[in-house]
């Protein structure tokens, strides 16, 4: 029978003895909330110099959701996912309008924003407000799925079997649980690794049942789906030229970035459709 309290114990161990200092994790709920829009899709290393402008110059939602959603597609840079933008945005009106200027501090209340789904309210009410819940990204599903189930990798998509586990591991934490859910989320990022998990510096090796089994490979899953030549592609492409153009771009120079002119207008659409630019005549802008 593993022991859950004690696997808790141990990685929180490793967690004050080896995480990295993070800056939004000194900061206020904004501050936190902020970031956990950023590193949705985007790792640390990009979101650590556009966080800290976005947080010096928008220090509190209010002050974001006066600006123009143009300003904040503009200052989300190239972390990619720009509607990640538009939604902050939106969750800043949301919070200023509603909330009376604070972000809220229950999970409901957080998944009520716009762009918030289950997996950002948990963080935000964990990180941000010590709430007892788990918190469940991939380097958390991961770590979980090798300590109790001995395959190397969680399903594609989420089970309710391991809602189920994280709790039990967030009821074990009793106490510690905003802790423990900090601690296994950096244990993923850096120790237990999705190709190479550095097992000898693991304070949990005994106890892992993917690493007592020998390792058994998980069954193969889909290739990651194509970025060169995606739509993907192409609306970064398109986006990044008119953000770097802030009086406006001619739809015709958006048109000659890229070599398929069809895929170019679709996305452009794309782009109009989601609010991230806008189209007067024949030029574009944020
Ligand atoms: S023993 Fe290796 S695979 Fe198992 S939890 Fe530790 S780092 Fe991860």
New binding site residues.
């Given amino acids: 029978m593993i022991d859950r309290a004690e696997i808790v114990r141990q990685l929180v161990g490793w967690f004050d003895a080896y995480a990295r200092d993070l800056p939004w994790r000194h900061g206020d709920p904004w501050a936190v909330m902020v970031s956990e829009f950023m590193l949705q899709q985007t790792p640390v290393a990009r979101v650590l110099p556009v966080w800290a402008a976005w947080v010096e110059r928008w220090p509190t939602p209010a002050l974001l959701a006066a600006e123009p959603t143009g300003e904040a597609v503009l200052a989300w840079g190239r972390l990619g996912y720009p509607r990640r933008a538009l939604w902050l945005h939106a969750s800043a009106t949301a919070i200023a309008e509603r909330q009376d200027g604070q972000v809220p501090d229950t999970v409901d209340e957080l998944r009520a924003l716009p762009g918030v789904g289950d997996y950002t309210a948990a963080a935000i009410a964990c990180f941000a407000f010590g709430a007892h819940v788990p918190v469940l990204d991939t380097n958390v599903r991961r770590?979980l799925t090798?300590?109790e189930v001995a395959q190397a990798a969680p399903p594609a998509h989420l089970t309710n079997a391991e809602r189920a586990r994280a709790q039990e591991f967030t009821d074990a934490a009793a106490e510690l649980a905003p802790r423990w859910a900090a601690a296994v989320m950096e244990f993923g990022a850096l120790?237990?690794l999705a190709r190479r998990?550095?097992?000898a510096s693991?304070p949990?090796?005994d106890t892992?049942a993917?690493?007592i089994a020998g390792y058994p490979a998980s069954p193969r899953t889909a290739p990651a789906q194509r970025w060169h030549g995606s739509d993907r592609q192409c609306r970064g492409i398109l986006l990044d030229i008119i953000r770097t153009n802030p009086d406006g771009v001619p739809v015709e120079m958006l048109f000659d970035a890229w070599h398929s002119l069809p895929q170019a207008k679709a996305c452009l659409v794309g782009l109009m459709a989601d609010g991230l630019v806008h189209r007067s005549g024949d030029r574009v802008t944020l």
């Fill in positions: 770590v090798r300590l120790v237990c998990p550095d097992c693991c949990v090796a892992c993917w690493r």
